[in-house]
């Protein structure tokens, strides 16, 4: 989920995410408090993030020219997913930096520990479901390849956390970023948490729902 993964790793590929991590923590440590960056930061990776998810696993989208661009499925997605990882890191980083570049805009939070104690309880219950979910229905599915391929990998997953959320990654699975803003009291990171989360499900019920339906539900249907 922080855009690297270990079973598909290759030096470019870590090269890449170490570079990305070298960037945010030049972020915190040099320009810890730049909102005016934060929020350029934050806009290009919505925006990237966003619009590269988007045009490539629309129907008719972009993965099919990473398929001929490098010669078959396989090294497409990989291609695909390495973008994509890097995507992934700097959606993260760019919503957390937002938050800790701005404190105290929207309240000071006391050092009340029974008030820190809920925040870090809301923080481990979304990033457990989060990642509970991501175990349940694959890193492949995570990274959308089942869309990229334009075909089911797997079955329809009804366990875990999707026996009771019909999507705990996009709802419940966002409860780190609000956390995250509310510990540092930020304003700017909880709006910059509600507009992913927003984008995020515009993409699911605009694009990845369609999939869905056409791709495994109706196979069910038709099974039942």
Request: proline content about 4%; charged content about 15%.
């Given at each position: 989920?922080?855009?690297?993964v270990?079973?598909?790793?290759t030096i470019p590929?870590t090269?890449?995410?170490?570079?990305?991590l070298?960037?945010?923590?030049y972020?915190t440590?040099f320009q810890p408090f730049?909102?005016?960056?934060a929020i350029?930061?934050?806009?290009?990776?919505?925006?990237?993030?966003l619009?590269?998810i988007?045009?490539?696993?629309l129907e008719?989208?972009l993965?099919?020219w990473?398929?001929?661009?490098?010669?078959d499925?396989n090294?497409?997605?990989?291609?695909?997913?390495?973008?994509?990882g890097?995507l992934?890191f700097?959606?993260?980083a760019?919503?957390g930096?937002?938050?800790?570049?701005t404190?105290?805009?929207?309240?000071?939070?006391?050092d009340?520990y029974?008030?820190l104690?809920?925040i870090?309880?809301?923080f481990?219950?979304?990033f457990?479901?989060?990642?509970w979910?991501a175990k349940v229905?694959?890193i492949?599915?995570?990274?959308?390849k089942?869309?990229f391929?334009?075909?089911?990998?797997c079955?329809?997953?009804?366990?875990?956390?999707?026996k009771?959320?019909s999507?705990?990654m996009?709802?419940?699975?966002?409860l780190?970023?609000?956390?995250t803003?509310i510990?540092?009291?930020s304003?700017?990171?909880l709006?910059?948490a509600?507009?992913n989360?927003?984008l995020i499900?515009t993409f699911?019920f605009?694009?990845e729902?369609?999939?869905i339906n056409r791709?495994?539900?109706a196979e069910?249907?038709n099974?039942?």
């Amino acid at each position: 989920m922080a855009g690297y993964v270990p079973k598909n790793a290759t030096i470019p590929r870590t090269g890449i995410i170490a570079a990305s991590l070298v960037f945010s923590i030049y972020l915190t440590r040099f320009q810890p408090f730049n909102s005016a960056l934060a929020i350029i930061y934050f806009m290009f990776s919505e925006i990237f993030y966003l619009g590269f998810i988007s045009t490539v696993l629309l129907e008719n989208g972009l993965r099919h020219w990473f398929i001929r661009k490098w010669g078959d499925e396989n090294r497409g997605y990989r291609a695909y997913e390495t973008v994509l990882g890097f995507l992934f890191f700097h959606n993260g980083a760019s919503i957390g930096y937002i938050a800790s570049s701005t404190p105290d805009t929207l309240f000071h939070v006391p050092d009340n520990y029974p008030i820190l104690i809920l925040i870090a309880l809301i923080f481990i219950a979304g990033f457990t479901i989060k990642v509970w979910a991501a175990k349940v229905v694959t890193i492949d599915i995570y990274y959308w390849k089942d869309m990229f391929l334009g075909r089911k990998i797997c079955e329809f997953v009804v366990t875990g956390p999707y026996k009771y959320l019909s999507n705990p990654m996009y709802g419940v699975g966002q409860l780190p970023a609000y956390a995250t803003a509310i510990w540092c009291g930020s304003k700017y990171g909880l709006l910059a948490a509600f507009i992913n989360q927003f984008l995020i499900f515009t993409f699911y019920f605009i694009i990845e729902k369609k999939f869905i339906n056409r791709t495994y539900l109706a196979e069910r249907l038709n099974k039942d």
